[in-house]
Every structure is written in structure tokens, then in C-alpha cells.
């Protein structure tokens, strides 16, 4: 999903703003924002994985005390 969200930034900003109608700039900044949206979910993922890493953790490591 980073390369995808890289991807999309690099052609988000190669776009000449001066040059769009304004229902064109209206549907960029709307994909600006779902970009950063979508860049917040990837960081909430990434934090989730490791919070998931650490209970998986205890969890075993209580199953393993507990024989």
C-alpha cells in the first residue's frame, strides 16, 4: 500500500494547478484529501500491527508460563 500511496503523491504533484477548471481543482483537492486520509490509515495500521505484535507476545508468553 506504500508504493501505491507514494505513487498517487508523485502524480498528485506533477499536476500544473494553474491550468485546471474549477471543477477539476474542487475534484483535486478532494483526492488530496483522501491521499492524507489514506496516509493516516496506513499509520493507525502500522501502530495497530505493532500493538497486535506485543499482546500476541504476552499471549504466549502466558501460555508458555502457564504449563
Request: negative net charge; glycine residues 4%; charged residues 20%.
Given at each position: 500500500m506504500a508504493d501505491t500511496i507514494a505513487?498517487?503523491?508523485d502524480l498528485l504533484y506533477t499536476i500544473d494547478q494553474e491550468h485546471l477548471t474549477l471543477d477539476q481543482q474542487i475534484t483535486l483537492g478532494a483526492a488530496l484529501a483522501a491521499l492524507a486520509q489514506a496516509e493516516r490509515?496506513?499509520?493507525?495500521?502500522?501502530?495497530l500491527r505493532g500493538i497486535h505484535q506485543v499482546l500476541n507476545t504476552w499471549s504466549l508468553r502466558s501460555t508458555v508460563d502457564g504449563r
Amino acid at each position: 500500500m506504500a508504493d501505491t500511496i507514494a505513487e498517487t503523491v508523485d502524480l498528485l504533484y506533477t499536476i500544473d494547478q494553474e491550468h485546471l477548471t474549477l471543477d477539476q481543482q474542487i475534484t483535486l483537492g478532494a483526492a488530496l484529501a483522501a491521499l492524507a486520509q489514506a496516509e493516516r490509515l496506513e499509520q493507525i495500521n502500522e501502530r495497530l500491527r505493532g500493538i497486535h505484535q506485543v499482546l500476541n507476545t504476552w499471549s504466549l508468553r502466558s501460555t508458555v508460563d502457564g504449563r
